[in-house]
């Protein structure tokens, strides 16, 4: 796969309805604007695209995991769009388990399922990538995302794929749920 570039967000939250977190909630993203191979023509197979992500899940989360800096990851999300020339089909073939291995590897590991979120679209639309716990799903406090806007990309005949990470829950949980302290981490839910 070609890339046409690589771009990186981090966003640092300190407050949240007045009161401050210790420590700040740093999510990040980063992203890989490809090349779609298969961008206006109908194919049955789409396993190219799924070999070729492993590579690019390689890439692409140990790039995501420097931008963390001193922080840990405990929670991940994945996404993809799909320039107008190309399927939402084309996305999600991207972000299979053999990107998602990828992105738990350079999490440091993790049992829960990745959430994702993958669409068809012009370059500029926005994109809430989901945020999750990493070893259970059920842990509520990580319920999260982090919202992006590509300013040129994807192109019509483009993917951009996205891999996001964040070092906590939401600042002033309190909704109850599942507490990281209670994981049990046998199936990746509780």
């Not at 966003?11 to 999510?27: M, T, Y």
């Not at 692409?60 to 799909?82: C, F, N, P, R, T």
């Not at 990745?114 to 989901?130: E, F, H, L, Q, Y």
């Not at 919202?147 to 964040?166: H, K, S």
Request: net charge neutral; hydrophobic share 45%; glycine share 12%.
């Amino acid at each position: 796969m070609r890339i046409r570039k690589i771009l990186s967000f981090r966003e640092d939250v300190r407050s949240e309805a007045g009161r401050p977190g210790e420590p700040a909630l740093r999510k990040v993203a980063a992203v890989a604007v490809i090349s779609n191979p298969f961008a206006g023509v109908y194919a049955e197979d789409l396993s190219s695209l799924v070999s070729a992500s492993e590579a690019l899940g390689r890439e692409l989360s140990e790039h995501a995991a420097s931008l963390m800096g001193d922080y840990s990851i405990q929670s991940y999300g994945k996404a993809g769009v799909v320039g107008l020339a190309g399927e939402q089909e084309h996305g999600v073939a991207f972000l299979t388990t053999v990107f998602g291995n990828e992105v738990r590897r350079a999490a440091g590991g993790g049992k829960a399922w990745i959430s994702s979120m993958t669409k068809r679209a012009a370059a500029g639309s926005v994109i809430d990538v989901p945020l999750a716990f990493k070893d259970a799903l059920y842990v509520r406090s990580h319920y999260d995302g982090i919202t992006l806007m590509l300013p040129d990309a994807p192109l019509p005949d483009e993917i951009a794929i996205i891999c996001a990470y964040a070092n906590r829950g939401r600042l002033n949980h309190r909704v109850g749920g599942l507490a990281i302290q209670d994981v049990k981490g046998l199936d990746g839910l509780e």
